[in-house]
Each structure stands twice: as C-alpha cells, then as structure tokens.
C-alpha cells in the first residue's frame, strides 16, 4: 500500500512529461538551410509523422551523467537505459525496436553502422556537450537517408557557424566520483567570413558500478567560411578518446541480492591495482566537409563528404580447451581471484604436445586478450532541393559509402604462463603449418573482416497549400559485401565471393491544420530491406547463407494534435508488421555453428499521447502515455546447410503470440516545472513502466510445448527531480543545476535476459541505478 501510494504522489507531483526534457522548450533556429536539406528535420507546423524536440538548454540542465540516449527517455515509445553501466553502454528502443531497426543521423549524415545497424554509443561520449537540437521522429519519418528506419529515426545537429559570439567554461561531478570539464567558444561570423566553434572536455571517475571507471576527453572543431552570397563551406571534426571498466556478464536476483545492486564480476585487485577483464577503449574521429550552393531562390544543393577511422576494441579472456574460465576463479566476496589465476597457470602441473613434437609444460590455460575493432568508413551525400512553385517542392539525393572493417584478438597477458596455445581447432585450415605457441602481441582465435559498398538514391515530392501537407518520397539502395578471414583460409582463399543486394522503400504522410489549433496526419510506408553482412556470412565464414531474402515492414500512423495558447496536446496510432526477418542460431555460442533463421514474423502496434499546459504563476505541468502491443507472430521452420550447401538439418522455432520483450510496452510520465524567485527553476519527473517482459533469442524457442511468455520484470516508478539557478559570477553570467535522479532510491530491474523456465530463478540481467546527485556550474565567458 505504502509503495502504491509513493506512487500515486510522485505522479501527482510530477504531472507526467509530454515531451522529453520539454519538447515545448524554446529550442536554438538552426541557422542553415544546408543542414535542414540534409537532416530532413521536420517542422511542427507541417508534419505528417509523430516527432518530439529535444533543445540543448534541456540536455545541459538535466542530463547529468547519464547516457546520451538516456536524453530521450521520457519521449513515449521510447525506451532508453543503461546496459552494464559503463561509460556510455546504453541501448535505446523505439515502438519496441530495438538500435538496429532506428537511424541515427548526425547532421543529417547516418553514422548507424552498414555492417549490423548498431550505435555504440560510448564512441560518442562528447555529443551532448555539442548537441544543439535532437529530434527524435518514430514510425517512418522523413530523413531521406534512413535506410533502417524501422522504428524510427533520430536527427542530432551539433553546434555550427551560427552559434553567437561568445565561450563557456563548465564543470560537474557526481555522487560516485565521476567528474567533467569542458570549455568552448564560438567567434560568431567574423568580418573575413570565417566563423569558428570549438570544444574541448576532460572525464573521468569511478563510475556507479564497482570496476566500471572511465577516462577520456573529447574534442569538436567547426570551421565556415562565407565564400559568397552563394557559397558556403563548413568543415567539421570531432571525437573522444576513451577507456572506461564494463559490465557485460549479467547478474542472477540471487547474486544481485547477495552481492549489491553494483556488483560486478568481472573485475578484482592484484597487487593493489583494479584489472578488469571487460575493458573498452576506443577513439573514433568523425570529419566532414559540408558544400551549401544557393543555386537560385528556388534551388539548394547540399554536399556532405565524410571520413571515420575507429581503432581500439576491448579486453577479454580465453581460456584452453575446456579448462574453467577466468571468472570460475573467485575470491568470497564475488571478485575474480587474481592470484587463484596466476597461481593455476604456474602449477596446474598439465603439459601439451604440439604437432611437432614438442612438449609444452607451464602454459597459461587462461590468457587475458584484446579484442580488436578496426574500421574505416567514408563517403558522400548530396541533395537537391527544388521549390517549383509555392505549393510544390521536389528532393532528390544520392549517398554512397566505403566500410572497411579488421577485427582479431590478441594475447595481451599470459597471467603467470609462460606461452597462451591456439591449437587451431575451430580453425577451418587446421594449424596448416602455423605456430600454435602464442606470446603477448600475437593473434589468436580471430582474424577477418568486411567490405561493404553501399549506395542509396532517393526522391521526394512535397505540397503544401492552406494548411494541407503531403509528401511522397522513394529510395533504393545496393549493397556489396565481402568478407576475407586469414584465421580459417589460406592467402590465395582470402576473399569470400562478392554479394550483392538491393532494397527500397516507400513512404507517404497526410497533414491538415485546421483554424483553431486542430491538426490532423495520417502516413504509411513499405520497407523492403536487404540483410545485413552479419546475416550473409551467417556462420561467420566466407560461406554465403543460403536462401537470403530481404525483410518486409509495413508501417501505417495515424494523429490529433492540438496546439493553442497555454495548451499543447497530441495523441496517435501506430501499426507496423514486420515479415521475414531474419537471426542467428547460436549466435554466441562458440562450439555450435551459427544457423541462419528466416521467416519470423511481428506486428508492433499502440497508442501514444502527451500534453502541456502553462498554468498561471510561472508553473508548467505536462503528462505523457504510451502503451504498446508488440508481439512474434508465427513459428518457422529453418533448414541447417553444410559447406557443400547440402541440408543437414532443420530448426524449428516456437515464437507465435509471444511478446517480444526487451522494451516496457507501458509508460506513463509527467514533469511539473515552476520559476521561483525569477533566478531559480525547480523541476520535478517520474516516469511508471509496466508491462516489461525479460528480452530472449527467439531461436531459443525450440520446444513445440513451451508457449510460455518471458518473464516479467516487475513494474517500476522513477522520479527524478532539478533545480536550475542563474545568476552572476566574477561579473559574469553563470548557471548552476543539481539533479536528483531516482529521488526515492527506487530498487528496480532494468532490463536482462529470459532464461530456461521463464521464471525469475533463472533471469539474468543489471539493476537500476540507485540514488545519484549530479551537480554543474557553467560561466559564460
């Protein structure tokens, strides 16, 4: 009754948020038109799709610590949380999509992968420092780019030559030691025609999870020039350098009873320092060059090149044979055993004999590792915007990208042995004359990697008149892939056959304002997507998967929005079936082969609404709601092929009238805000989900007899509660927030994996966090 009630007041408190951190917020005019051309972002007043802004001033004040995604929490529909709980691990959901099926463009270009459609989003640690705007379109929508849109599409536009004149220096901390320091500036447009932007910051700290520290520093550099009235040239580059402690092994209720809601283990102390054997680093520049040519009043192109490098990976373990892994060895309070490791390595007493004869003794039956992750992707995207008249307005564009990606594993510590031995066996080739002795720098396990050459072009139509808005747009697009691997095949044998697939998609979208602040849209759209790489190398050889097929979406919306004075208020429908798609069996398992399902079907299906009133005496107050229906649709059956491309085998998947799970498919929020004193905002949020179900591999589901749902995580209240003050610091302006987040230090289960029964004995996954304070100071320079 007690929580019920705790409930029901901080709902009552907080009034539920209409649109993350204030969609109604008066957000920064983006300045180019070259870079709305690009990112499609859409206009409240006549847009035919569901979207939510989300300004800078917004993600500066109440962000905090958190993950970036997590700057869209409280948008319904969607779903943003940490995974483990290192720097930057988060995933999002949109409609019960998950990363893979939404777009992520930044500036309008796509930095989703082509590889698997994922963002990692601790690549990108310094984007909130330089976001000016975010918006956050589910369903189809209409970034011209967004080829695996799915659930929806989210266009982030970073600080430009437009920014006013002027520089900041900022600071934050946290309760768990993490801290941030960054300092800007902007020139504004100067009399040369130059304008200049930059930002630097330093990280670092702890983190909320024991063995999940972090360090690193970000950079950004905008540079324009004004060639002409016509001409207009803005070079970009940014970046953040990174290295922080990870959680990727989930945690049973039992371990997290025992052990605490931060426990963690995959770390331990040796000779009085942290090793963790789940480690990140990485440092991914991003560089582009943007052309904005005013051909005429009625003609705008817009031309983006662009160049990504990311090198680095993660730490791992492996182990010999069927030996007991690294986290077998552990000391009484749950932490890897450094010393049981070393110890086991010097005298485990074992010996192994090498297909030359040779007699190895004191070899490391444990070895820790690098995963290495390294790619180059790089292209170009053009677009051409054409007013024909004031009611018709015609778009068309062309993108083409280069990826190139490496990824092998190499012996980082022999942790007391004397040599780690790869004995070639999950090796196609065998040993093939190799060496099977391996030393710290060599490469063992894996070795291969992708090429991809992928090209869209697209086209749209866009009428506008009395207050009536339609578009019609189409894209096509190819993809070419390649995989070579030096781990399974001979030099001569390096590359795989060449692939080539093409998709498309159509979308369309109705808006009607009417007089009085009534606004009416109704969109639809089909998507013919081809597979990703992952899925035409399905048992990650250089063997081609056999009967690919592209996956088919359809997608229909529907909305009211009302927008008057005081009152703003929407409230839409959405539908979307998903068939054909496509996963792998065994995905992870590294002693069965990878199968490749197709066929499973899903239907995704809900309703959303938010609102906000400014109610007298400087108070707002806004509610939010969303409840889904996202369920597996059918069973398939999968046929298991050979290297000779003979059937050996079928799979049979059980998945009809399961939930799909991974996501809450109820939200229901609100935010209430009040000015006081004229120099100090206090705001207050929560945000109730429901309906959780634990996520799973559908090609788990193998018993015909086990038509169980996942289970259920137990339904969860967040509040969260801000305070913003401006006033004047060494004669200059300054501000300063202090978050509360999770105000009632709520005990909760994020987000984890089903297990055998379905029950909560055998779920594994991560806790929520519990309370943290972040404070900022920020002085205008």
Not at 68 to 89: I, L, S
Not at 236 to 263: D, F, W
Not at 366 to 384: C, K, N, R
Not at 625 to 639: H, K, Q, Y
């Amino acid at each position: 009754m007690k929580k019920t009630t705790r409930i029901i007041l901080t709902l009552l408190l907080a009034a539920a948020e209409a649109l993350a951190f204030g969609q109604q917020e008066t957000d920064t005019i983006i300045g180019l038109t070259g870079i709305q051309v690009i990112a499609s972002t859409g206009q409240e007043t006549d847009r035919a799709f569901s979207m939510n802004r989300i300004g800078a001033t917004a993600i500066q004040q109440r962000l905090g610590d958190r993950t970036f995604p997590e700057a869209m929490a409280a948008v319904p529909g969607v779903f943003a949380a940490r995974t483990g709980g290192g720097a930057g691990d988060a995933e999002i959901n949109i409609r019960g999509f998950k990363q893979d099926n939404i777009a992520l463009l930044l500036n309008g270009i796509p930095i989703s992968s082509v590889e698997n459609g994922l963002v990692y989003w601790n690549n990108w640690l310094g984007l909130a420092d330089v976001t000016q705007s975010m918006q956050v379109q589910k369903g189809i929508c209409s970034s011209a780019f967004g080829v695996n849109a799915i659930g929806g599409a989210i266009n982030i536009i970073t600080n430009g030559p437009e920014a006013k004149t002027g520089g900041a220096v900022s600071t934050s901390f946290t309760s768990y030691g993490n801290k941030k320091t960054t300092f800007a500036w902007n020139t504004g447009r100067m009399q040369n025609g130059y304008a200049v932007s930059l930002m630097g910051s330093a990280f670092g700290g702890d983190g909320y999870v024991d063995g999940t520290y972090s360090s690193g520093y970000g950079y950004f550099l905008s540079v324009s020039k004004n060639i002409n009235k016509k001409h207009l040239l803005v070079f970009t580059a940014m970046g953040n350098p990174e290295r922080h402690g990870q959680r990727n092994v989930r945690l049973s209720l039992e371990e997290m009873k025992k052990y605490g809601i931060t426990y963690n283990k995959e770390w331990g102390s040796y000779n009085g320092e942290i090793n963790n054997t789940s480690e990140n680093f990485y440092h991914k520049p991003y560089l582009t060059l943007n052309h904005y040519w005013t051909i005429s009043e009625k003609a705008f192109l817009a031309t983006s090149a662009y160049f990504s490098p990311g090198k680095g990976g993660g730490k791992w373990s492996e182990r010999f044979g069927t030996w007991a892994s690294i986290t077998d060895f552990t000391n009484g309070s749950g932490q890897i055993d450094w010393q049981a490791v070393y110890n086991n390595n010097m005298n485990h007493g074992e010996s192994y004999t090498t297909p030359d004869g040779d007699v190895i003794e004191n070899y490391s039956q444990i070895a820790q590792t690098v995963f290495h992750a390294d790619h180059i992707w790089t292209g170009i995207l053009s677009t051409l915007d054409y007013e024909v008249n004031e009611r018709l307005t015609l778009k068309a564009g062309i993108h083409y990208r280069y990826f190139k990606s490496s990824l092998y594993e190499t012996v980082a510590d022999l942790l007391g042995g004397e040599v780690f031995i790869d004995d070639y066996a999950w090796s196609l080739r065998g040993v093939d004359g190799r060496n099977v002795l391996k030393y710290v720098g060599d490469t063992i396990k894996i070795n291969n990697g992708a090429l991809i050459h992928f090209a869209n072009a697209y086209a749209q139509a866009s009428y506008h008149h009395n207050g009536f808005n339609a578009f019609l747009s189409g894209s096509v697009n190819g993809n070419l892939y390649q995989r070579y691997d030096h781990y399974n095949y001979r030099p001569e044998n390096l590359w795989s056959e060449q692939v080539t697939l093409f998709g498309y998609d159509v979308r369309f979208g109705l808006n009607k304002a009417f007089a009085d602040g009534h606004n009416v849209y109704f969109n639809g759209g089909l998507f013919n997507r081809a597979p990703y790489f992952k899925y035409v190398f399905g048992n990650y050889t250089n063997q081609v998967s056999q009967g690919l097929s592209n996956e088919d979406i359809y997608t229909l919306e529907g909305g009211y929005s009302y927008g008057k004075g005081n009152l703003y208020g929407r409230v839409n429908a959405y539908y979307s079936v998903w068939n054909d798609r496509s996963f792998l069996a065994n995905e992870y398992n590294q002693f069965l082969d990878p199968v490749l399902i197709k066929g499973l079907n899903a239907r995704h299906s809900g309703i959303e609404a938010e609102a906000n009133y400014i109610l007298p005496g400087r108070v707002r107050a806004g509610l939010f709601a969303g409840v889904g229906n996202w369920i597996w649709t059918n069973d398939v059956e999968a046929e298991v092929y050979n290297s000779e491309h003979v059937i050996v085998d079928t799979i049979n998947v059980y998945t009809e009238n399961l939930y799909v799970g991974d996501a809450p498919m109820t939200q229901v929020g609100g935010f209430a805000e009040v000015s006081l004193f004229r120099f100090l905002t206090l705001r207050g949020e929560a945000t109730h989900y429901d309906r959780i179900f634990a996520g799973f591999d559908p090609v788990s589901r193998s018993n015909p007899d086990d038509r169980s749902q996942a289970w259920q995580i137990p339904s969860y209240t967040l509040a969260d509660i801000h305070l913003t003050g401006n006033f004047t610091l060494f004669h200059q302006p300054a501000m300063f927030n202090i978050s509360v987040l999770n105000l009632f230090d709520a005990d909760y289960i994020l987000r984890g994996v089903d297990g055998m029964n379905h029950t909560a004995n055998t779920f594994t996954g991560f806790a929520g966090f519990g309370r943290t304070v972040s404070v900022g100071l920020r002085v205008q320079l």
